[in-house]
T-cell receptor, first 115, second 113 residues
Framework: GDSVTQMEGPVTLSEEAFLTINCTYT??????LFWYVQYPGEGLQLLLK?????DKGSNKGFEATYRKETTSFHLEKGSVQVSDSAVYFC??????????????FGTGTLLAVQP | NAGVTQTPKFRILKIGQSMTLQCTQD?????MYWYRQDPGMGLKLIYY???????DKGEVPNGYNVSRSTTEDFPLRLELAAPSQTSVYFC????????????FGPGTRLLVL
């Protein structure tokens, strides 16, 4: 079945460091890919998304490119801030069939940014 | 808009008790979802609805029931609480399926003892 695998955390970085959180997926067809962020004590919020191969999603300095050849959607940010400390979830929705509205989540990666 | 609201924020149940987790959205979204989040795990879909009067099972529906009598409300019912249902429950909604953004509520933390 469809699945998402993301790197285990926690990831601990100093402020202004470069961030990469790896995400790979297994899915039939052409899924849409998402990164959601969960700040402490809150629900999930959409960070960015990409709906087809080679699309780049971007928001708040974060970027991720939909790579079909490597089935990946790695999250990057050039310079992290303390306020970026959160749990980041990679997710997909299958692009066809009866499951086109079901998000499949990875296990989440905790990012802790130190001043 | 308030977005997606959930009540209660936190609840302790004894084994065998019942309760309803409330979820309301004011964005006129057709699709609504219930997820559970266990420590160190991603979210798992419990039930979802594509419109009033229509519900369907997700990955982990056992021990839960839902109803969707209005567009706005999507309550989740636990009939006989078990310790395995200790989790954080999130309700979400979206206008459509596929690549539409899902908007999440703040969550309900449930502890079953």
């Amino acid at each position: 079945g469809d699945s998402v695998t993301q790197m285990e955390g926690p990831v601990t970085l100093s402020e202004e460091a470069f961030l990469t959180i790896n995400c790979t997926y297994t899915a039939t067809g052409y899924p849409s890919l998402f990164w959601y962020v969960q700040y402490p004590g809150e629900g999930l919020q959409l960070l960015l998304k990409a709906t087809k191969a080679d699309d780049k999603g971007s928001n708040k300095g974060f970027e991720a490119t939909y790579r079909k050849e490597t089935t990946s959607f790695h999250l990057e940010k050039g310079s992290v801030q303390v306020s970026d400390s959160a749990v980041y979830f990679c997710a997909l929705i299958r692009g066809y069939g009866g499951a086109t509205n079901k998000l499949i989540f990875g296990t989440g990666t905790l990012l802790a940014v130190q001043p | 808009n308030a977005g997606v609201t959930q009540t209660p924020k936190f609840r302790i149940l004894k084994i065998g008790q019942s309760m309803t987790l409330q979820c309301t959205q004011d964005m006129n979204h057709n699709y609504m979802y219930w997820y559970r989040q266990d420590p160190g795990m991603g979210l798992k879909l419990i039930y979802y609805s594509v419109g009033a009067g229509i519900t369907d099972k997700g990955e982990v529906p056992n021990g839960y029931n839902v109803s969707r009598s209005t567009t706005e409300d999507f309550p989740l019912r636990l009939e006989l609480a078990a310790p395995s249902q200790t989790s954080v429950y999130f309700c979400a909604s979206s206008y459509g399926g596929s690549a539409e953004t899902q908007y999440f509520g703040p969550g309900t933390r449930l502890l079953v003892l």
